[in-house]
């Protein structure tokens, strides 16, 4: 199976700052016949469902803040938040769905400092 | 509107048979393209992908469930129904179901809520 690894673990950012979360597979998601990512980025709000805020790498998710963005390489993908803001709060995990056996990443956990 | 919701019993004894079922709404898993997958999170700790089913019954399960679960899904009732066998207290969890809509690679864009279990004697 693909092995997802994130850093930080954890981030405390300053409302108005930006943040960045890093995302490393043990392979490469460049798909050899379509060449997308097979790359995507959730976040889960406190006491809330996961949801889908990137997906094929670098493409935003219907309703997605535009102070979202992603980045993609072989096997490095960042997500970038332009400006923190408080709804931000959350556990960011990034997920690998190349393989048939999907896997994510440990989560980082993203706060207010 | 698109939703997904979970059911199962809440307390599960050790070695047990779990069944959970997702009811889906606002789409059907027969259209081509459409995929559900389940995941799973114990208290406090990450999200695991557990198994996936397609819209032409193709199914794919998590390496190190595989022998453990079986996906399915019943068109006619909208319902996908994952069954895990020999539960342990492991396996205590949140297990969300997930849609896979065509056009976003394998995002998974509408999740339902939930449901707890816990495996307990």
């Given at each position: 199976?693909?092995?997802?690894?994130?850093?930080?673990?954890s981030?405390?950012v300053?409302?108005?700052?930006?943040?960045?979360?890093?995302?490393?597979?043990?392979?490469?998601?460049?798909?050899?016949?379509?060449?997308?990512y097979?790359?995507?980025?959730?976040v889960q709000k406190?006491?809330?469902?996961?949801?889908?805020?990137?997906?094929?790498?670098?493409?935003?998710?219907?309703?997605?803040?535009?102070?979202?963005s992603?980045?993609?390489?072989?096997?490095?993908?960042?997500?970038?938040?332009?400006?923190?803001e408080?709804e931000?709060?959350g556990?960011?995990?990034?997920?690998?769905?190349?393989?048939?056996?999907?896997?994510?990443?440990?989560?980082?956990?993203?706060?207010?400092? | 509107?698109?939703?997904?919701?979970?059911?199962?019993?809440?307390?599960?004894?050790?070695t047990?048979?779990l069944t959970?079922?997702?009811?889906l709404?606002g789409?059907?898993?027969?259209t081509?393209?459409?995929?559900?997958?389940?995941?799973?999170?114990?208290?406090?700790?990450?999200?695991?992908?557990?198994?996936?089913?397609d819209w032409?019954d193709?199914?794919f399960?998590?390496t190190s469930?595989?022998?453990?679960?079986?996906?399915?899904?019943?068109?006619?009732?909208?319902?996908?129904v994952?069954t895990?066998?020999?539960?342990d207290?492991?396996?205590?969890?949140?297990?969300?179901?997930a849609?896979?809509?065509?056009?976003?690679g394998?995002?998974m864009d509408?999740?339902?809520?939930g449901t707890t279990?816990t495996?307990?004697s």
């Amino acid at each position: 199976d693909i092995v997802m690894t994130q850093s930080p673990l954890s981030l405390p950012v300053t409302p108005g700052e930006p943040a960045s979360i890093s995302c490393r597979s043990s392979q490469s998601l460049l798909h050899n016949y379509n060449g997308q990512y097979y790359l995507e980025w959730y976040v889960q709000k406190p006491g809330q469902s996961p949801q889908l805020l990137i997906y094929l790498g670098y493409n935003r998710a219907s309703g997605v803040p535009d102070r979202f963005s992603g980045s993609a390489s072989a096997t490095d993908f960042t997500l970038k938040i332009s400006r923190m803001e408080a709804e931000d709060v959350g556990v960011y995990y990034c997920m690998q769905s190349l393989q048939t056996v999907f896997t994510f990443g440990q989560g980082t956990k993203l706060e207010i400092k | 509107q698109v939703t997904l919701k979970e059911s199962g019993p809440a307390l599960v004894k050790p070695t047990q048979t779990l069944t959970l079922t997702c009811t889906l709404s606002g789409f059907s898993l027969s259209t081509t393209a459409m995929r559900v997958s389940w995941i799973r999170q114990p208290p406090g700790k990450a999200l695991e992908w557990l198994a996936r089913i397609d819209w032409d019954d193709n199914k794919f399960y998590s390496t190190s469930l595989k022998t453990r679960l079986t996906i399915s899904k019943d068109t006619s009732k909208n319902q996908v129904v994952l069954t895990m066998t020999n539960v342990d207290p492991v396996d205590t969890a949140t297990y969300y179901c997930a849609r896979i809509a065509p056009g976003m690679g394998y995002g998974m864009d509408v999740w339902g809520r939930g449901t707890t279990v816990t495996v307990s004697s």
